[in-house]
């Protein structure tokens, strides 16, 4: 009789490029950089999907570029929680004091 082994739904997940990119867009962006390293295929399915890929803010996402038009700015939270003190902006700039939460130099 020929083995007829099912791969469990946890395989089935890890092996289909879109089920796994849907789990992977659950992450934080570290931790999705992270996981670039656990397989070809985890590798393979985070450089190939836009999704991810605008996640990651490798990618410029469609509605980016209205935002940027209207003076809205996304900060990458990779870069920002590595480099903090670029992401202060200088006090001459008084409609954008606060970035994302962070306090001004000022406030420092």
Do not use: C, Y
Not at 15 to 42: K, M
Request: no cysteine.
């Amino acid at each position: 009789m020929a083995n007829t082994h099912t791969p469990s739904a946890k395989t089935q997940v890890i092996t289909t490029p879109e089920l796994l990119e849907t789990v992977l867009l659950q992450l934080p962006p570290l931790s999705l950089l992270t996981e670039i390293s656990v397989s070809h295929f985890f590798h393979t399915t985070i450089i190939s999907s836009p999704h991810l890929q605008q996640r990651l803010f490798f990618r410029a996402s469609p509605s980016s570029t209205q935002r940027r038009e209207k003076g809205e700015w996304s900060l990458n939270p990779v870069l920002r929680s590595r480099f903090l003190p670029w992401f202060v902006l200088p006090s001459d700039h008084s409609d954008m004091d606060i970035l994302d939460g962070l306090p001004d130099a000022k406030g420092r």
